[in-house]
């Protein structure tokens, strides 16, 4: 009996061999062209942007022009009175702060304190030294003119073109003189100024009517002789008068002697 010899592996059978081998060493399935796979980094980059709103700024209506204000309030010291104003105006503005004599006439010369102040961002306090006032009644008062009180943009921004006023009553006790007699000495004391110069007739009774009456001081420096100085306490003056001539010398504010 003749018995066949065994055929020998060809390259590609051994080739097979092996590849079975190596899959029974491991779970995954063996292709041929694997597909690599993605990468994670790139997964992750690949996701979509989420655009976030962001918070809208709370916007404050703009104002009709005539819905500006402004407000003041005074409060007083010994010798000195505050006054806190405040408005709605945004930005930088200048307004007039005052303290005024209350029930003067348009004629009187004038008693109190002003002066031009700044305010930024709706708020300013400004002081006022009241030491020289007369006792009295009076009124602080805060005014915004539109011709000269817009200093930027955005005030000027606001069109407008009232004038705005805010008013308080508040009593000072300043220098302790009453302020009717003050207001008498100042409006008799620019009477004299505007009406009376050298040469002028003097009438005693005329004066003394007027101005009440009047102490008769010693010159110096003049003929005592020719000229009389009389001092006129209500009015704070002195009149010096040409006793020969009667008429007036010159006049000085004040109690004066030459």
Request: aromatic share 8%.
């Amino acid at each position: 009996m003749t018995t066949a010899s065994p055929r020998p592996f060809s390259c590609l059978t051994i080739v097979g061999l092996a590849l079975v081998l190596l899959g029974c060493g491991s779970d995954a399935p063996i292709t041929a062209n694997p597909t690599p796979e993605p990468s994670k980094v790139a997964t992750e980059t690949a996701d979509p942007i989420i655009e976030r709103a962001e918070p809208e700024a709370t916007k404050i209506p703009a104002l009709r022009p005539d819905e500006h204000t402004i407000t003041v309030h005074a409060t007083a010291h010994s010798n000195a009175v505050d006054l806190q104003i405040d408005t709605n105006i945004p930005g930088i503005i200048e307004i007039m702060a005052s303290i005024n004599f209350k029930g003067q006439a348009p004629d009187d010369v004038y008693i109190g304190e002003s002066r031009r102040v700044g305010i930024i961002d709706g708020s300013t306090t400004v002081r006022f030294d009241t030491s020289g006032l007369p006792t009295g009644e009076y009124e602080a008062e805060a005014n915004f003119y539109p011709r000269w009180g817009f200093q930027d943009e955005l005030s000027r921004s606001t069109g407008i073109t009232q004038e705005l006023t805010a008013v308080q009553e508040i009593r000072l006790g300043g220098s302790g003189q009453p302020a009717s007699a003050a207001q008498f000495r100042s409006n008799s004391q620019a009477w004299v100024m505007g009406n009376v110069g050298m040469g002028d007739p003097w009438k005693e009774e005329d004066w003394t009517r007027r101005f009440g009456s009047y102490e008769r001081l010693p010159v110096e420096g003049l003929n005592p002789n020719v000229i009389d100085a009389c001092y006129f306490p209500n009015i704070d003056m002195t009149i010096f008068v040409n006793k020969l001539k009667h008429t007036v010398s010159h006049w000085r504010i004040g109690r004066s002697n030459r």
